[in-house]
């Protein structure tokens, strides 16, 4: 008899492993069937061993074993993914479980599919990561000439792109001369084409070239020698829930496991990855450029008008009426970027100031306006956590009915180009219009189909355009420089530059504040000077990469906030941390958090991850959050 350890594949387990009776010994990695109460889950094989060397073990337990059903058809991770599970889950304070949950497809954890039937080798070399910061023309070239080279040597190659809105574009970018060897993987894919991926993952008769999102990306094929993270910078490498894994550090830990190359490919890439390349933790894939030749033309449109009684406020500058009119007799297509969604970012109280916010994460509401029939319905809705509520009409702490819009959404924007362009037709691209990726498309192509389009759009549209197009527009550039995230500069110039490659003609940034060097910066493409001054800023103060913030969140009744406050002081009254308390966002609700910043090369430290899995359910753990408040 063996006593088999096993890790449960499901969502929300905080159980690490289970320990059950069977006759066989089942090596480590097996995928087996488990009963877990009354139900019946796949599980992780971890360890395995007799029972005579776990006998005192078992007379001092206090409950007994569950046998172990017979299992038909075993299948087995790698060794490899199991070791990265239990690096990330030493990072991220997390299971190993709960890890190797998220790693898998969903095929996979459901038991729909099998992985690919491949031989596991121990890498003979590591490799350090690769960078490549240029164009996407430059980028495109450089990854065909990395797929026929090692296609040539007999290996296959994974292009991870951070969501499905990418994938289209770089199949056609990658796949002249070699359609027959790629595989899709994404859940934009129908069921009948994954099932199809999976079945050619199984073929070994020649290298393929594999293209998936993140959650497909853990691919077991022992030929894969490089991964390719393309659109390295965009945060939607960042998962959003439980364990809040960051996957190009996933990819990175595995391809190193696995012993493949990897390469970050970006026209910008993060602040972190500059300074591995300065400091050579990172290699440099072809040459490092002080500066970046974009097509188009940065224009810096200052609105210095001060509405009063006689002046109406100006949201469009006569020299972007005047742009957006020329381009259409050029039958030319124009884009229009708007910063925020829905009619205005933040609704405030004139008489007492309060701001409206969500309950459940203190972030201000946005205002939005949606359409039922005839009638015209206005709606709070959070932008971190998706929560929604009817719009008030009164403030809840002084009843006062004077509330105002503060900022400016796209709504607005749609509604004021209505008014000055009557006659133009205009496709809107959004979180309501396009909530799904089928309608984006749709969007997308519709706009493309007429010449002299316009499309006003937030960042969501931007993956999906890949045609340049003439003219482009930051309706109000003063709306980014509010978003609280310590990634500001750096974001700001990334989609600045982003708009600039998508531009063929101009693109005018209307600002009603002095010039900034950023703009400077983005008008020169000059990166390199931008990363010397935001790395000397990061060291100054102790941010990432010179530093690991470890951010906790938590929330509840003030009784109940303060309560898990005491507990999470008293589990970390030996580690040097910072609590506050977020902006109140309603009577009955307090949101707390908690900032830990670990020196630059400790973390993952063991001793304080295990300290950390002490906490409760009930609060959150993120490494290195974007926002921290």
Known sequence: MHVIEVIPLKKGVRIDTLSYFSRTAYPPGSILTIPVRTNTILGIVVESHEVTRAKAALRAATFSLKKLPE?????????????????????????????????????????????????????????????????????????RSLVRETFAHSGSVLCVVPSSAEIEEI???LSPGIEDRVILLSSARTKRQQAEAYEALEDYRKPKLIVATPIYACIERHDITITILEYARSPHYKMRTRPYLDWRDALMQYAKKKGQRVLLGDLMLRTEDEEGRRTERYHTYGEAHRRIALPGDLTIVHQKDRPDGMIPF?????????????????????????????????????DCGHIFRSPETGAP????????????????????????????DTCPDCGSWRLRERGIGIQAIQEEFTKQFPHIPLVVFDHTTASTHKKACFLR??????????????????????????TSAVINMDALYATPTWRLQEDNLGLLLTLRELTVGKLYVQTRTDEEA?????????????????????????????????HLTWQGTPKEADRIASFV???????????????????????MYGLIRVPEGIWPKPS??????????????????????
């Open 171 to 173: 199949e056609k970018a």
């Open 518 to 550: 950023l703009l400077q910066h983005a008008k020169k493409g000059s990166i390199q000077l931008f990363y010397d001054e935001e790395l000397t800023l990061r060291k100054k103060f102790l941010y990432p990469p010179y530093s690991t913030f470890i």
């Open 569 to 591: 002081t008293e589990i970390l009254k030996e580690v040097d941390a910072t609590y506050y308390t977020a902006p109140p966002s309603h009577p009955d609700t307090k949101i």
């Open 608 to 629: 304080l991850s295990a300290t950390l899995r002490l906490l409760p359910p009930s609060v959150r753990i993120m490494i290195n959050p974007d926002r921290i408040v």
């Open 445 to 470: 192509d519709t706009f493309y189909k007429n010449k002299n389009s316009v499309l006003l759009g937030t960042r969501m549209c931007l993956p999906y355009l890949h045609t340049p197009v003439e």
């Open 365 to 392: 509401y946005s205002l939005l306006s949606l359409k039922r029939g005839n009638t015209e319905e206005r709606w709070f809705v959070c932008s971190s956590s998706g929560h929604r509520e009817r719009a008030a």
């Open 71 to 143: 299992q038909k058809n075993i299948q087995s991770l790698s060794p490899a993914l199991i070791e990265t599970a239990r690096a990330l889950a030493e990072q991220h304070a997390a299971t190993v479980g709960a890890i190797l949950f998220t790693l898998l497809s969903p095929e996979l954890r459901n038991g729909e599919c099998a992985p690919p039937h491949t031989h596991h080798t121990t890498p003979a070399e590591t490799h350090a990561p690769e960078v490549l910061q240029d164009t996407k023309e430059e980028r495109h070239r450089a990854y």
């Open 314 to 350: 100006a949201l469009f500058s006569e020299q972007t009426i005047d742009a957006i009119r020329d381009t259409r007799r050029r039958r030319r297509r124009t884009l229009l970027f708007a910063p925020r969604r829905g009619l205005a970012p933040a609704v405030a109280c004139i």
